[in-house]
Structures are given as structure tokens and as C-alpha cells.
């Protein structure tokens, strides 16, 4: 099993430029989840994801879009990028919600950079 | 909601010292508590979790942690840290019931010096 891996791992954007990340995992997981991290401020939740067809918003959603078409993918979309949003980002799973079901299962990240 | 505290920002110890991170958490019901370890340059793995039952939990690399549910806390600890200890530890909290809420604490980043 691969587990969660992200795509790509590094990119340098403008500012306005759009992208999309993506995140894939094999565990056959109902949630999946995109936290970014900036230094001194832990892990936040940007959005999330119950399954199949289905997206919330987190903790800092703006300025980001996703969508779960399938299951094991979770994509995240910067439509313009700001510098602010240079950080980077990690992409999770877990079986679902309550419980042992709680514990999450992250990706290797994707450092971007916008200037 | 939730919230996690990580006093500790920055630690530096020597080579066998002993490591204690600070971990408090704020919220009114049961939680699952995890420690997360990220090593430089690398993504986030997890050192231990806590569910149920006995409140002191053994994770990988030696470290382990005391829930102390009458102070909310969950330190983590290891009796003799090493330099390839050197990372930033994360401590997370989420309601036992879920509700996709994982909160990390801003992390607290060690060096271990040899």
C-alpha cells in the first residue's frame, strides 16, 4: 500500500496563477482531509471531505476550492494564488469519524510557493 | 470547540537527557489524543496515540505519553533522547465522537545537541 501520497511535491506559482493539487489514497478511507502549515502556527484544517461527492469547509477555507469525485482522490484548487498562501500543504485520511476511526493518516506534503 | 497548547516552542537538550513536552488541551468532553513527529525536511508520522483504557501510552523510538485527565494534559516523554530526535513534535486532540475536528497545538521544535 502506497498510503497517501500528493502531487506535486514542490511548485513555484505567480500571483494569480491558478493550480490544483491532488491527493491519493489506497486505503479505501470515507474521509480525507487538506490542512496547510505555516511556522508557528501548527496544522489547519482548510477542507474536508465525508466521502464520495461530498466536500465541507474548515477552519481557513477562502481562497481555496475542492472536490471529491472519487473516492480515493481529493483535490485541492487555488483559483488565484496570493502569496499569502504560500505554505505547505498536507493531505490526510481516515476511516471515518469516531473512535479508533479518528486517527489520520497524512501525506508527504507539497511545499508551494507563490510570489 | 476544541483547543491544544504547546508551551514549549523551542527545546534544546543534550545528548541522554531526558525529554518532557508539555501538551494541555481544552474541551469538555472524552478525546482521542495523538503526537505527531515530523523530521526535517519530511512529512508527519505518528509517534503514539491515546483511545481508552490505560492512560500511559507507548509509541515508537522509545517516547511515550501520560494522559492525565483531571489536568487535561498529555506529555510526552522519553528517558534518553538521541540527536536523530531532533524534529518538531505536534500534539493533536479530537472529540471521542469525531466530528473531523483534528486540532493541532503549534508544535514545539527539539534539537538535540551532541
Known amino acids: 500500500n502506497a498510503g497517501v501520497t500528493q502531487t506535486p511535491k514542490f511548485r513555484v506559482l505567480k500571483t494569480g496563477q491558478s493550480m490544483t493539487l491532488l491527493c491519493a489514497q489506497d486505503?479505501?478511507?470515507?474521509?480525507m482531509y487538506w490542512y496547510r502549515q505555516d511556522p508557528g502556527m501548527g496544522l489547519r484544517l482548510i477542507h474536508y471531505?465525508?466521502?464520495?461527492?461530498?466536500?465541507a469547509k474548515g477552519e481557513v477555507p477562502d481562497g481555496y476550492n475542492v472536490s471529491r469525485l472519487k473516492k480515493q482522490n481529493f483535490l485541492l484548487g487555488l483559483e488565484s494564488a496570493a502569496p499569502s498562501q504560500t505554505s505547505v500543504y498536507f493531505c490526510a485520511s481516515s476511516y471515518g469519524s469516531g473512535g479508533t476511526y479518528n486517527e489520520q493518516f497524512f501525506g508527504p506534503g507539497t511545499r508551494l510557493t507563490v510570489l | 470547540a476544541q483547543s491544544v497548547s504547546q508551551h514549549n516552542h523551542h527545546v534544546i537538550l543534550s545528548e541522554a537527557a531526558s525529554l518532557e513536552l508539555g501538551c494541555n488541551y481544552s474541551y469538555g468532553g472524552t478525546v482521542n489524543l495523538f503526537w505527531y513527529v515530523q523530521y526535517p525536511g519530511q512529512h508527519l508520522q505518528l509517534l503514539l496515540k491515546y483511545f481508552s483504557g490505560d492512560p500511559l501510552v507507548k509509541g515508537i523510538k522509545g517516547f511515550e505519553a501520560e494522559f492525565i485527565k483531571s489536568k487535561f494534559s498529555f506529555n510526552l516523554r522519553k528517558p534518553s533522547v538521541q540527536w536523530s530526535d531532533t524534529a518538531e513534535y505536534f500534539c493533536?486532540?479530537?472529540?471521542?465522537?469525531?466530528?473531523?475536528?483534528?486540532?493541532f497545538g503549534t508544535g514545539t521544535q527539539l534539537k538535540v545537541e551532541l
Open positions: 471531505s465525508v466521502g464520495e461527492g461530498t466536500t
Open positions: 493533536a486532540v479530537i472529540p471521542t465522537g469525531g466530528g473531523n475536528k483534528l486540532t
Open positions: 486505503m479505501n478511507h470515507e474521509y
